[in-house]
């Protein structure tokens, strides 16, 4: 739907099988959007959940996709969008995600890029499986091998992006991916990425971040007037381009009446070159209106 809908690039969260094969989804647990408590529910983990890790990709096949839901609740994330339970959608490995637009871009004569992300690297290497290793040889297998392919690869863990380009010596594009502390995502200082330093740091294995939209804009002073932080400014001087994520027009910030009024905040103002949104064709209408693309 994206690709019709005229996004640039496709992204995939990426985890590992039990038989290492690299599957999109958007965590390394399955019960927040399949159907996997219902099927094997003798698999939980002593810890209530249940880790794709521990499935074979056959296993996986079996179970049912439905869009995101609270585990309390058992609720819709986003209420509003796709009724849960309502269709037979499976989890599909990166290859299948990439044969997939790679088709439709045969098809239409576009050239829509993917953007794969490595979920919990430290984590997979805790369990014996290199996930990084595996995901850039799937890569390269289809043909994404160079800095100038229709691909990014991005990471929350700084040490693992450094590793990618350094050890395993990647030429793909490389985004650092920035979080708060207190998330959790990896074991990486994102309050010491975001400062100056930082950024020059980045700028020495990647090729672009991409933070949370509040690292960007803070919303307003005692005035009225928006706070724009430094962070495009420097990765710009550095040479680094800057992808903020994510932009819903369900999940509004406060300060912004309408999804145009965020987009214009953030391309006009801040000056990102581009942004994570799951309402691309939204985006791409904003963009045009604006003079930004065709």
Same mark, same amino acid.
């Given at each position: 739907m994206a690709h019709a809908m005229g996004a640039d690039f496709i992204e995939q969260d990426v985890v590992l099988t039990k038989n290492n094969i690299p599957v999109v989804l958007h965590d390394i647990y399955l019960d927040t959007v399949t159907n996997v408590a219902q099927v094997f529910p003798k698999r939980v983990h002593?810890?209530? &959940?249940?880790?794709?890790? +521990?499935?074979t990709l056959k296993e996986i096949k079996r179970l049912r996709v439905n869009e995101r839901i609270n585990l309390k609740t058992k609720k819709a994330v986003f209420d509003k969008r796709f009724p849960v339970g309502k269709a037979d959608f499976r989890v599909p490995t990166l290859a299948e995600e990439i044969e997939l637009i790679q088709g439709? +871009?045969?098809?239409?004569? &576009? +050239?829509?890029g993917i953007y794969t992300e490595i979920k919990k690297p430290e984590w997979h290497r805790s369990r014996g499986k290199d996930i990084s290793r595996i995901v850039l040889n799937v890569l390269a297998r289809y043909g994404y091998k160079d800095k100038t392919d229709r691909v990014y690869v991005q990471c929350f863990d700084a040490r693992e992006t450094k590793r990618m380009r350094f050890e395993l010596k990647t030429k793909l594009k490389l985004v650092q991916l920035i979080a708060e502390n207190d998330w959790e995502e990896a074991p990486s200082d994102f309050d010491f990425l975001r400062t100056t330093e930082g950024i020059q740091s980045i700028a020495k294995y990647a090729d672009g971040i991409g933070p949370w939209l509040k690292h960007v804009c803070q919303g307003p002073d005692e005035s009225g007037k928006l706070i724009i932080t430094a962070l495009v400014a420097d990765a710009h001087e550095h040479g680094l381009e800057v992808h903020p994520y994510t932009f819903r027009t369900d999940r509004l910030p406060d300060y912004a009446d309408s999804f145009d009024f965020l987009l214009g905040v953030f391309f006009e103002q801040a000056k990102v070159d581009g942004v994570f949104t799951d309402f691309p064709d939204r985006a791409v209408n904003y963009l045009r209106k604006a003079g930004r693309r065709k």
């Open positions: 002593t810890d209530g &959940r249940f880790y794709a890790i +521990n499935f439709l +871009n045969k098809s239409t004569g &576009r +050239n829509v």
